[in-house]
């Protein structure tokens, strides 16, 4: 069974740091990886979607990589700003099996202080 | 407005009564899905479906039912509620999935805190 896991659960920095947020998965028979933003009180937003065949997607300030065989990704947010306080989830898409669609991490929640 | 809908936005239900949680999309996504999410066990798929009267069961289904009857519409009842019910429910759509070169971003609604007493 998919199994995946965000570390740190909780992270804080001053503003402009660039930071890094791990996601590993203990399956790496993955179709793709995407990572979502989470405000308090609202739903996610898919912020980057990488295919396994991809090694990164790049959007803006944030870079995400992806390295199946290890089973883990990175999500690289550069020069962060307040704005980017939020939780940050991973989610991997499986081969297969009926009730395995898109497996999420538990998040990480970053506070990015000015 | 465009995009994906979910109401109500909180409710308060007690234990054994039935409640509907209502979603709606206007992108004629194919697939939709409800997810709730947990503190310790971050979200979980409870049913998905594929198209038009095509439905699954997810992780959890346990305790939920779902209908689709339109394309645009996919609401989850919960025919009896448990306090163990109490969560936030997502929704969710998308155009595609695994076996095609397109496969789509998953768009999320904002939410149904639910509270069963």
């Known amino acids: 069974k998919q199994e995946v896991t965000q570390i740190p659960a909780a992270l804080s920095v001053p503003e402009g740091e660039n930071l890094v947020l791990n996601c590993s998965f203990t399956?790496?028979?993955?179709?793709?990886l995407q990572w979502f933003r989470q405000d308090p009180g609202k739903g996610l937003t898919s912020l980057l979607l990488?295919?396994?065949?991809?090694r990164e997607q790049t959007s803006g300030r944030l870079n995400a990589s992806l390295d199946k065989s290890s089973g883990r990704s990175t999500l690289y947010i550069a020069a962060s700003q307040p704005g980017d306080s939020a939780t940050y989830l991973c989610?991997?898409?499986?081969?297969?099996?009926?009730?395995?669609?898109?497996?999420f991490g538990t998040g990480t929640l970053l506070a990015v202080q000015p | 407005d465009a995009g994906i809908t979910q109401s109500p936005r909180y409710k308060i239900t007690e234990t054994g009564r039935q409640v509907t949680l209502m979603c709606h999309q206007t992108?004629?996504?194919?697939?939709m899905f409800w997810y709730r999410q947990d503190l310790g066990h971050g979200l979980r798929l409870i049913y998905y479906?594929?198209?038009?009267?095509?439905?699954d069961k997810g992780e959890v289904p346990d305790g939920y039912v779902v209908s689709r009857s339109k394309t645009e519409n996919f609401p989850l009842t919960l025919e009896s509620a448990t306090r163990s019910q109490t969560s936030v429910y997502f929704c969710?759509?998308?155009?595609?999935?695994?076996?095609?070169?397109?496969?789509?971003?998953?768009?999320f609604g904002s939410g149904t805190q639910l509270s069963v007493l």
């Open positions: 969710a759509s998308s155009d595609d999935l695994a076996g095609t070169t397109s496969w789509e971003k998953l768009f």
């Open positions: 989610a991997v898409f499986n081969y297969g099996g009926a009730t395995n669609k898109l497996i």
């Open positions: 399956d790496s028979a993955i179709y793709n």
């Open positions: 992108w004629s996504h194919s697939y």
């Open positions: 479906s594929a198209a038009a009267d095509i439905t």
């Open positions: 990488i295919q396994s065949s991809q």
